[in-house]
């Protein structure tokens, strides 16, 4: 999403009216963003100390994290109401995706119409905005189910859930007292809490033999590694591109490959920061780092470059650091005829040190029994997956290739050609046990409330795509953070060569309970701002279709050129949603009707509009002229639909001179003048991909005016 920040920026710019003087404007702008001042800010480092630092920090305005329930907003609401004539001002977002400029429309008061013709956006959108509205001040009995969790009916109590580790018990723990209890009625966010709870105890139950409990410690995540065949010895080769597992100081861990006598393949040694420290002891009780030329200078190097490079695969099993056993192009080779194979190198576990209430994560090898729970069979997961609608996940995944979008995937190349071989048969087995206890918990609602039953049910699909996004073979297991990386780290579906298996009822690390909440959490915030909208309408569209409303603003954020296969990457969740929402409602069963989501229809050309020239048979040129085309058409629409004071206002992100050029151009075809541009930092510099990368950091808000149909052609004013 957009940062709501940055949509609430400009969103007051384009509505609020401009006092006409310097002084006036200068107190509005300040009434908005606050004014940054220097203060001691005190943190806690990775080791636990205190510092404190001198930090440039926001105060006031209504932009900062927390500021958005502030008085000032009922202020800025007024003055926007009073001078669009007391009516709401009418906001439409014709490529919603997210919701985030029409969630900042609804807070702001508007009239808001949200349109995408994607279904897993306008999903989301009916998620973000219209189930928020309908059940807004809505508050009813909690299910009868709850008095069996006494944790869940102390956050209730307290209006806060509260992350507890180890054995320690709730309050309200007497049967008795729960007895006499008289709990109020409760909003949508604590019923969507009680189903999902009632969910993952039914997935706890199903899953306990695939997630075994160690020596009192449970597994938070399983890290594996893709294997290939050697050429030489048909052994299996662990493709890893790096040994260590953490670097913390003091945690340090790293995994040694030792290869097994018959030259099978690898075993793993696991070696502790205690090893760590002594080099020299490693070198002497492993005598095969001497064959391989390793010292106690070079092992730590060692350690770092793992198996694999870009020049390719060294094989434990045959040969040593250095020598190159198997290519890129054997590995695309293996995977297209479905030799690769994946290995468990180690088990991530929650621990908890003697005395301490505080528990933390250690790794250990696994056992005999967590290969065998791993190991689940293909007439299990048919079987699980027969009462689903649609089956296992069988559709096909993106085909890739090209120079445009849809070269941001590289997995088909290795012979991932279906959404299902994405997953490990765990990962799948489990996915489908969390869909099958939605589908019933949705079915149980419905027997007294089938709006109640669609929303709740929803937000548990939202859940599960959470859970999905963190439980695939393209997740990693982050070195410095001790976390789990989600698939989605950037928008691309790349191959992965040692991935993580989170354990999806863990508290921790990507599980169902961390995601349900994050939903629950949203929905609480999204009721109270639900309260300010005067009104919302969520369409299923495409923008080229245009709309019979007149309207006031248009903010939005398009595609972005060919930058981001979105319809593709929005299909590993809508396979889900597919799935998990199937029955729901006629207008979901209508919207998610199709195997995949909409592309691109060549009849009635129309579609998703990118530049991707794979859905035009490798012509470049086509898929430039259709995107370019469609973006000016849907300006068009916009502009026609404008008020003619209306401002049109678009966002832009991108390093090409000629994605800029296509879009300027658009919006000129389409009946706009631009007045203004501004530049946002809006972009993460942690996120994956502005990682020590020459990543944009800023959009560029641009400003529109309608062009006057009387207006003549050429400029009005001198350009330079």
Known sequence: ?????????????????????????????????????????????????????????????????????????????????KFYGGEAPKVLDPFAGGGAVPFEALRLGCDVTASDLNPVAWFILKCTLDYPRQFAGKKWRLPDFILQWPDFIQDFVSGKVKRRKGDKKAHFSDPQ?????????????????????????RVKADMASRYPVVNGEPSVAYLWARTARDKTTAGRIPLLKTFWLCKKKGKRAALLPIPNADKSGVTFRLLTDAELE????????????????????????????????????????????????????????????????????????????????????????????????????????????????????????????????????????????QWQSLFTPRQLFALGTITKHTRLAVEQIATSNNAAAEAIGAYLGVTLDRVADRSSTICTWTVDWDKIRNTFGRFALPITWDFVEGVTTAEASGGYPGQLELAAQFIEHALTVAKSGEGISIERRSAIEGWSKILDAVVTDPPYYDAIPYSD?????????????????RLTEEVFKEALSPKWDHEKQDGELIDDESRFGGDRTASKKSYEDGMAKAFQRCCDSLENSGRLVVVFANKEVDAWETLIGALIRGGAVVTASWPIQTEMPNRVRGVAAAALSTSVWIVCRKRPKTAVAGWEERVL
């Open 278 to 417: 002594k080099p020299d002891k490693v070198i002497e009780e492993y005598p095969i780092l001497k064959e391989w030329e390793i010292s106690a200078e070079t092992l730590l190097e060692f350690l770092s470059k793992g198996s694999m490079n870009r020049a390719g695969v060294w094989s434990p099993v045959s040969g040593r650091p250095g020598m190159i056993s198997l290519t890129t192009a054997d590995l695309r080779r293996q995977g297209v005829q479905q030799l690769l194979g994946a290995q468990m190198t180690v088990v991530v576990v929650e621990a908890k040190r003697p005395d301490e209430k505080k528990t933390f994560k250690r790794y250990r090898l696994p056992t005999k029994e967590e290969y065998v729970a791993a190991d689940i069979q293909q007439e299990d997961l048919e079987e699980l997956f027969h009462d689903i609608p649609f089956g296992l996940p069988s559709e096909p995944s993106p085909a890739g290739g090209g120079s445009g979008a849809s070269r941001a995937f590289s997995v088909p190349k290795y012979g991932f050609k």
């Open 569 to 585: 990457l929005m299909d590993f969740f809508y396979i889900w949603l597919r799935r998990s929402q199937w029955g729901s409602s």
């Open 1 to 81: 999403r957009r940062p709501l920040a940055a949509c609430r920026a400009a969103l007051l710019a384009t509505l609020l009216p401009d006092p006409g003087d310097p002084l006036k404007r200068q107190q509005l702008l300040d009434k908005i963003g606050g004014k940054v001042v220097k203060k001691q800010v005190e943190e806690t480092d990775e080791d636990g100390n205190k510092v404190v630092e001198e930090k440039d920090v926001v105060e006031g305005g209504v932009l900062a994290w927390g500021q958005e329930n502030s008085p000032l907003m009922d202020e800025l609401r007024a003055t926007i109401k």
């Open 177 to 201: 007292q729960l007895a006499l209890l008289d709990l109020p009625e409760a909003d949508l966010s604590w019923h969507v809490r009680a189903w999902g709870r009632w969910v993952l105890e």
